[in-house]
């Protein structure tokens, strides 16, 4: 296993602009999570896939946000009018049999 | 509503000791659990995870402990050292639909030599 991969690690970005995160998961694994993470809690549920179809979305996925995974492969979460409260790190996550296991990030900051 | 509660948010043990760490859950329908460890600027690491039909599951240092009549686990390191000084988070799966984790807060565990 390469494990789950993200890029970039870090973006800074002024209010308003649009960002996009790329996750690459561990390559057998066909679901994908993505989560929200926001200093004192812990993560909370963004999205799923399960291979390409995004089969579930939280209340916390504002119309501004949007996931896609073409061809069930890597996954991009776009942040379009970014505001300071987007500001948060975002992970994402690929599931074998019952375990989750996540990659390194990628942290937001807008100013 | 908060449905996995860790109610301590930091604990400090001296290194050889037992580390506790506690996780209340509030959801009937989680049918199994997970422990991760968390450094900063990382994102979570799987330690170890309990289904609802057990009571403990062990690896290694970790065991973790399932009560369902108290809605209740906790994880246990022995000994503990240096390098289990980070945060852990106690999640709560679903078991249906997006098996989605539901996560605690965390507890940041610091083991001083």
């Known amino acids: 296993d390469t494990g789950v991969s993200q890029d970039p690690r870090h973006k800074i970005t002024k209010r308003g602009q649009n960002v996009t995160f790329r996750c690459d998961p561990i390559?057998?694994?066909?679901?994908l999570y993505w989560y929200r993470q926001t200093l004192g809690q812990g993560p909370e549920f963004l999205t799923y896939?399960?291979?390409?179809?995004?089969?579930?979305k939280s209340r916390l996925l504002s119309d501004r946000f949007s996931a896609e995974r073409p061809k069930g492969s890597f996954s991009t979460l776009e942040i379009q009018r970014t505001e300071q409260g987007d500001s948060a790190m975002y992970l994402c996550?690929?599931?074998?049999?019952?375990?989750?296991?996540f990659g390194p990030g990628t942290r937001l900051l807008v100013l | 509503d908060q449905q996995v509660k860790q109610n301590s948010p930091s604990l400090s043990v001296q290194e050889g000791r037992i580390s506790i760490l506690n996780c209340d859950y509030t959801?009937?329908?989680?049918?199994?659990f997970l422990w991760y460890k968390k450094y900063p600027a990382e994102g979570p690491t799987f330690l170890i995870s309990?289904?609802?039909?057990?009571d403990k599951n062990e690896d290694g240092r970790f065991t973790v402990f399932l009560n369902k009549s108290a809605k209740h686990l906790s994880l246990h390191i022995v000994p503990s050292q240096p390098g289990d000084s980070a945060v852990y988070f106690c999640?709560?799966?679903?078991?249906?639909?997006?098996?989605?984790?539901?996560f605690g807060k965390g507890t940041k565990l610091s083991v001083i030599p």
């Open positions: 390559s057998e694994h066909n679901r």
């Open positions: 996550a690929s599931r074998r049999r019952e375990t989750q296991y």
């Open positions: 896939f399960q291979n390409e179809a995004q089969l579930e």
């Open positions: 999640a709560g799966d679903s078991g249906a639909g997006s098996y989605q984790l539901t």
């Open positions: 309990i289904s609802s039909i057990k």
């Open positions: 959801n009937s329908m989680f049918d199994y």
